[in-house]
Nanobody, 121 residues
């Protein structure tokens, strides 16, 4: 069984910073890409930032220059450093991990339960 758990959300004033963490655990052979998504009530979940197993990163336009994704593959964790936050960043943030359960298996998507980020003006 695989678990993905996010932490680090909270309430912050506009212009502030938060650091989200995502930890995967369980019977995992390897984790390919990891990513952070966010969702506002009534809207579709959207990609914020992603990072490959080799460390290549990609960002949504809204996150470029403000957010930084990183990972510690040995610890099966990923982080999202968010700076210069604004009220439009308010959302539930979800971590996604593309997990290979055993050698020769295709990656499967696992999601965390989400962590709320609220930015006040």
């Amino acid at each position: 069984q695989v678990q993905v758990v996010e932490s680090g959300g909270g309430l912050v004033q506009a212009g502030g910073s938060l650091r989200l963490s995502c930890a995967a655990s369980g019977s995992i052979f390897r984790i390919n890409a990891m990513g952070w998504y966010r969702q506002v009530l009534g809207k579709q979940r959207e990609l914020v930032a992603g990072i490959s197993s080799e460390g290549s990163t990609n960002y949504a336009d809204s996150a470029k220059g403000r957010f930084t994704i990183s990972r510690d593959s040995a610890k099966m964790t990923a982080y999202l450093q968010m700076n210069s936050l604004n009220p439009e960043d308010t959302a539930v943030y979800y971590c996604n991990a593309k997990v290979i359960l055993s050698a020769g298996y295709y990656p499967r998507d696992y999601w965390g339960q989400g962590t709320q980020v609220t930015v006040s003006s």
